[in-house]
């Protein structure tokens, strides 16, 4: 692409680029924070082998059992390709099942099994220190402030995810 005119001193060419300030750009943080949330859970649950997405997957079955895998995508976020993989591989863990629907064969769902739910017994206090750790850097009031703005951002924008979380819509009501 050729450089434009304008935008620099005496009429100079300029890219488009150079109006661009990456420490200016939201997108660029929460980006980055997402990286840094997912090397500290994983850090934290390291001896139990589970992924951020992992974990939510199973934490929601325990919740709700019998929820077939299109609501579990739903509910977390996640389109259905990305959520079958993820059953796909706790289910080889022995973690969780799926099964044919009795009133429906064509849906799937899943039971968290016993080792699943001792495996997330196992893993929430490291959850819980990663979380803490995550927000470790603001002040009490920091913290509830930033929670309280986040979710306001992903509720507010949950229409624009290739998976919108039904939980967002229903987190949205209650404002």
Same mark, same amino acid.
């Given at each position: 692409?050729?450089?434009?005119?304008?935008?620099?001193?005496?009429?100079?060419?300029?890219?488009?680029?150079?109006?661009?300030?990456?420490?200016?750009?939201?997108?660029?943080?929460?980006?980055?924070?997402?990286?840094?949330?997912?090397?500290?859970?994983?850090?934290?649950?390291?001896?139990?082998?589970?992924?951020?997405?992992?974990?939510?997957?199973?934490?929601?079955?325990? =919740?709700?059992?019998?929820?077939?895998?299109?609501?579990?995508?739903? #509910?977390?976020?996640?389109?259905?390709?990305?959520?079958?993989?993820?059953?796909?591989?706790?289910?080889?863990?022995?973690?969780?099942?799926?099964?044919?629907?009795?009133?429906?064969?064509? /849906?799937?769902? /899943? #039971?968290?099994?016993?080792?699943?739910?001792?495996?997330?017994?196992?893993?929430?206090?490291?959850?819980? =220190?990663?979380?803490?750790?995550? /927000?470790?850097?603001?002040?009490?009031?920091?913290?509830?402030?930033?929670?309280?703005? /986040?979710?306001?951002?992903?509720?507010?924008?949950?229409?624009?995810?290739?998976?919108?979380?039904?939980?967002?819509?229903?987190?949205?009501?209650?404002?």
């Amino acid at each position: 692409m050729p450089p434009r005119k304008g935008g620099g001193t005496g009429g100079g060419l300029r890219r488009p680029a150079d109006a661009i300030d990456l420490d200016t750009l939201p997108g660029y943080f929460i980006r980055r924070q997402q990286q840094i949330a997912v090397a500290i859970f994983l850090e934290e649950a390291e001896q139990q082998g589970l992924t951020p997405v992992q974990f939510a997957a199973l934490l929601t079955v325990a =919740r709700q059992p019998e929820l077939d895998q299109r609501s579990l995508a739903a #509910t977390i976020g996640l389109d259905t390709s990305t959520v079958a993989s993820v059953i796909d591989r706790l289910e080889a863990r022995n973690l969780m099942r799926r099964q044919p629907s009795l009133q429906d064969r064509r /849906l799937r769902l /899943l #039971t968290t099994t016993p080792e699943g739910l001792a495996l997330l017994d196992e893993v929430e206090p490291g959850v819980l =220190r990663a979380q803490e750790r995550i /927000l470790a850097p603001l002040s009490p009031s920091e913290k509830k402030a930033f929670l309280q703005l /986040l979710m306001k951002l992903v509720q507010g924008n949950n229409g624009f995810s290739r998976a919108p979380s039904a939980s967002s819509d229903r987190s949205a009501a209650e404002d």
